[in-house]
């Protein structure tokens, strides 16, 4: 996972075809690595060097914002550097040029590492802003057939599952999402059926309120089931009244002959996009509520995922659509509810509908 807002950055640096003679004098790097830091907020605050016998040089400068260092090799021709600070990003790279003119050499090899604790910085579809929450751990990270997948133990909410740079679901606070998902589960539902829900957390949800309910769950993507078992430690899939079966949720509902009491859209997010992908969107949920009408027992009911209560200009304002096509396909009893989700950091909208 990409950290973007480092605590410091790390040149490592190589240098190829020296002068044995320049790489191996003290007084050279005495010069250069201090020249290197000139003009910035970067200021020396120690030095040390130090000369072998028969040769090599290594050099430390100890700087107010970490430190560069050297060692040489100078019957190899080779010289070695490292810049890590926490100044600037431009200050650090400034400096790493300037010490590659300093240092003549027939060419460079060089590595930029960004060191410190990560962040996820999460799209906010009300403001235009971003929330960021610490990373404290990486658990796993993986480009599926469909999308970017992440779990992360972030500082705030735990673990969470994170899809193409979203937040999903969090261990902290998703029980606030399942129960609101599930607010038109009755006690006399028999069967219902979930699209998406991969993390499972809807799922297990439903089954603690109801044991006895039987649930199919329809999710395009095997890795975002694999994963939860594993890292989220996901175990309703084992369950004897869960049916998982991976595939497109609208093909699904288009072919299935099964009838539910209940049907839940549990899909991820698509909160940023272009006219043609609003277009898109709204095009796959008039296909997906038109065909979970039709999938739906006489008294039957859907609960729908909405997205962010509201959306600026940029975002796709899913909500919206999404209770537009309700009100054209399923015009009776419609319901929403907008509730803060604190690991979303914004009021996500969740849509109800009754069968006609």
């Known amino acids: 996972m990409k950290n973007s807002t480092p605590n410091g950055i790390h040149y490592l640096i190589e240098f190829f075809g020296c002068d044995a003679a320049q790489i191996d ?39 107010s914002s970490s430190h560069i260092s050297v060692h040489t090799w100078p019957d190899k021709s080779y010289a070695a550097c490292d810049i890590f600070t926490c100044a600037s990003e431009e200050e650090t790279k400034a400096a790493f040029e300037k010490l590659k003119t300093l240092v003549p050499c027939d060419h460079v090899n060089a ?34 057939d469909f999308q970017k997948i992440v779990v992360a133990k972030t500082k705030e909410y735990g673990r969470c599952l ?21 607010k038109s589960l009755r006690k006399t539902d028999k069967h219902i059926l979930i699209l998406g829900g991969g993390d499972g957390y809807v799922a297990q949800r439903a089954m603690q309120m109801y044991p006895k309910l039987k649930i199919d769950i329809i999710d ?38 099964k009838v539910y009491d209940g049907i839940i859209c549990d899909l ?63 015009s009776n009893n419609i319901n929403r509810s907008d509730i803060f989700i604190p690991s979303y950091g914004e009021t996500y909208a969740f849509l109800f509908a009754e069968k006609k």
Request: glycine share 8%; aromatic share 10%; proline share 2%.
């Open 111 to 144: 590595e930029k590492i960004n060191r410190g604790y990560q962040f996820l910085n999460l799209p906010i579809s009300c403001s235009g802003k971003s929330m960021k929450l610490e990373i404290e751990e990486v658990l796993h990270e993986a480009q599926s």
């Open 220 to 257: 395009l993507d095997v890795d975002v089931v694999r994963y939860a078992q594993k890292f989220l430690g996901q175990n309703i899939f084992t369950n004897e009244n869960v049916n998982l079966s991976i595939g497109d949720a609208v093909h699904f509902l288009e072919h299935a002959d």
């Open 268 to 330: 991820t997010d698509t909160p940023i996009g272009t006219a043609k992908e609003e277009d898109d969107f709204r095009k796959f949920f008039e296909k997906m509520i038109a065909f979970s009408e039709k999938r739906m027992a006489q008294s039957g009911w859907i609960g729908i995922r909405g997205g962010a209560s509201c959306a600026l200009d940029g975002f796709i304002n899913g909500s919206a659509i999404i209770q537009s096509i309700l009100e054209k396909k399923l």
């Open 162 to 182: 994170i899809i193409d740079g979203v937040l999903h679901s969090s261990e902290v606070d998703h029980d606030l999402y399942d129960k609101e998902l599930l």
């Open 25 to 63: 004098s003290v007084d050279f790097w005495k010069k250069v690595l201090p020249e290197s830091v000139k003009g910035t907020s970067m200021e020396v605050l120690h030095e040390y060097f130090y000369k072998f016998e028969p040769q090599g040089v290594t050099g430390f400068l100890l700087l």
